[in-house]
């Protein structure tokens, strides 16, 4: 459960503006940071809630989501296009694509509702150096 909730808290914070890159946090790396930035054992055990539940509506919305495209795709196959269809449809995707997003910064903002700005700036500082880190790392 620890691992799986500091994965999570790794990738919300790739969601806030990080890269891919500074969310690949090995998970007692992220521990010793949270630890660092002073998260209790609280905290922490909320996070992992949190994310469970979003995790849950996120699989709903990417099913739907991957529906919505195979849908797309459909139409826009046929022999003889229906615009409005497809308009429609590229609508549909759009907001799902939407929801998507909105649900992943919705667990960001509940997450960091749960934190002092303090240990924000600790966890943002820890992947800002994993970044100027992995700059290093990614040269030829």
Do not use: C, Y
Not at 16 to 36: D, I, K, N, S
Not at 73 to 92: F, G, N, S, T
Not at 121 to 139: D, I, K, V
């Amino acid at each position: 459960m620890k691992t799986v909730n500091l994965l999570t808290l790794a990738l919300l914070l790739a969601a806030a503006g990080m890269t891919a890159r500074a969310a690949e946090v090995e998970p007692l790396e992220m521990q010793r940071a949270m630890r660092r930035a002073g998260l209790s054992k609280q905290q922490i055990r909320r996070i992992g809630e949190l994310s469970l539940q979003a995790d849950r509506q996120k699989l709903d919305i990417q099913k739907d989501l991957d529906l919505a495209r195979l849908r797309l795709q459909q139409l826009l196959d046929a022999d003889r296009p229906d615009r409005q269809a497809i308009m429609r449809q590229v609508e549909k995707v759009g907001r799902l694509e939407t929801r998507l997003r909105q649900n992943r910064i919705d667990l960001l903002l509940d997450i960091r509702a749960l934190m002092t700005a303090e240990q924000w700036r600790q966890l943002e500082l820890f992947h800002f150096l994993r970044r100027q880190a992995g700059s290093g790392r990614r040269r030829p």
